[in-house]
């Protein structure tokens, strides 16, 4: 079926993103509408050769539609997206992270717990970017071997702060590059050739909400509540693609070409694995492609059922805006 | 007492860096001087405002000294340490990796095990900078509690690679600016804006050199060949400054206070841990000081006995040039 679509915050780096993934993959539309803040409100997006204007996103404004892609910032999220659900019959997407811990909402990766849509899902949302890209890994080897604890370290990339923090990257290594100093574009330290372990507030017992949101989030999505998972995330001065260094236990024995096999099998995961040659995932080659690139791959030497691999993934297509997409796609195909 | 001292390989980055520590530091000197490459040779450093030569190494050239703080490439190193050692009576201080796991060769850091210097040792290898800043804050916790397992991911900067690969770094970075393509200046893939988990040539089970290094030397230097480290090294487009994130399993039970009690208690090592108030170590803050930096610090959230930890060094002071001098200071110590 076709369907008549909204994009909500159209004009942010995710929302361009879902215009130019629906154009891409053919979406089947009836209708679209952009919505955005009152000062993109006024202007026009290109869509499939036609030139769509920017509705300012209120309630007043805001009209039904079958889906609502939302890629609104948190707290603008909380504000509207329960009037939108209590004022319109369509399912909302919601890429804030603001009510994905709720029990009644799914919390999805198509590819994983797509299950989880069945039923009258009114408000279904897409999840954090490190979180997507590590279950896509996880996944396949959770059915086959179990797994006891995921240790991770993430390389996040600048554009999943959006793009005001993009253009300060650029900006501070600019100034970095000629001599001058550099004051913080964006962050509370300089991001340019800068590392900081700071993404989202802090809990009293020092972990960010970066870090719980990987936790809680994989745990939602693999359906294991026990599962232990434990992170450190670092913004990096990288563009667009965050890279995960991620430690497995699994829960039985293993071999590295099983490994290898499960995940080359597993549909949106691409295995580059050679370093001998080169051949591992980055950021620069990751960029603007749908697939999650898996590599270094290596049993732990002194632990049988570890395994050590590194995961990259475009934090803005499957990390964020193909995630969504490919949800709307899957509740068409439901119906 | 005071010293007759030479500096090989003195016109790179980590024999520049000597030469500025050992100025900064007032080293005792009866006199100085300084090797480099035939194309360096015929130049002259400045050294406490004096003029000094920079002389071809070569072995007819090479006359004595009471120590060599040399700091040449790897295979320089196997040329010709060997032979400075049969042809001279003076101590190595050697920063290279060619001999540090050689059994009869101490691999120091000083305020961990100087005592590894006692008796007639004409050469001293200084260990890879990634381990140095671990095993500053591994020792005191080890001595502690026991550490059963180490983690660790690691972010190393780009100066790791010397003053070409720093130069590469900016030229990529500046065209990426500009919107030009990039190719690679120094590794087999850009580094500007980019991740590469590449450092050091691969082993047949998939591990790096450098992740190798850091497991074998950090066994040696804390005199625990049974200690389980696996590690993942990344490099990360960054000038100055290693980044690790570290997981340690602790063999008895411990309090965070007490190990940032501990930790503040370390010499060489500084706790910077006040995340919320964007307190935590990063490279830019690091360059230049001789500190280890350690924050970010926190308890497993399933794991009593598991320890995150942040780490980040001036890879090229306590990394390399410093602990080299360090290890000078000590052997005109014990005389």
């Keep these: 079926m076709r369907s008549d679509l909204a994009v909500l915050g159209a004009t942010g780096l995710v929302g361009r993103e879902i215009v130019s993934l629906l ?25 499939q050769g036609q030139v769509v204007e920017i509705e300012e996103l209120n309630m007043k404004n805001i009209s039904d539609h079958d889906i609502f892609l939302s890629s609104l910032p948190g707290e603008v999220s909380s ?42 899902k009114r408000h279904i949302a897409n999840p954090n970017c490190s979180t997507i890209q590590m279950v896509m890994v ?3 080897l959770l059915d ?7 240790i991770a370290s993430t390389y996040q990339s600048v554009s999943g702060s959006g793009a ?31 590392l900081l372990p700071d993404i989202d507030y802090f809990h009293d017992d020092g972990f960010s909400q970066e870090e719980i949101k990987m936790r809680q989030e994989t745990r939602k999505i693999l359906h294991r509540d026990d599962l232990s998972v434990n992170c450190t995330c670092v913004r990096v001065p990288v563009k667009f693609g965050h890279a995960e260094s991620v430690y497995l236990e699994l829960s039985s024995s293993f071999s590295l070409s099983e490994v290898n096999e499960l995940l ?47 995961i990259v993934a475009d934090n803005i ?12 796609e ?3 195909n439901e119906e």
């Design 79 to 120: 504000e509207y997206l329960p009037r939108i659900r209590d004022k319109c019959s369509g399912v909302i997407i919601d890429n804030s992270s603001a009510f994905r811990m709720e029990p009644e909402i799914p919390l999805v990766v198509p590819e994983i717990n797509s299950g989880d849509l069945e039923g009258d």
């Design 144 to 150: 086959e071997f179990g797994i006891e604890r995921v």
């Design 264 to 310: 080359e099998r597993m549909p949106g995961v691409a295995v580059e694995d050679d370093p001998a040659e080169g051949v591992y995932p980055t950021p620069l080659t990751a960029e603007d492609s749908d697939k999650v690139f898996v590599g270094r791959m290596r049993r732990d030497r002194d632990n049988e059922q570890g395994l050590h691999l590194y």
């Design 164 to 194: 005001e923090a993009l253009e300060a990257l650029e900006d501070e290594s600019r100034r970095a590059l000629q001599g001058k100093e550099v004051e913080p574009g964006y962050y509370r330290h300089p991001i340019a050739f800068n």
């Design 330 to 332: 899957e509740l068409l």
């Design 138 to 140: 996880l996944k396949p």
């Design 23 to 47: 154009e891409e993959r053919d979406f089947p539309l009836d209708d679209i509408s952009f919505y955005a803040s009152s000062s993109s409100a006024g202007n026009a997006m290109q869509f």
């Design 317 to 328: 297509r499957k990390g964020a805006a193909l995630n969504a997409v490919q949800i709307a």
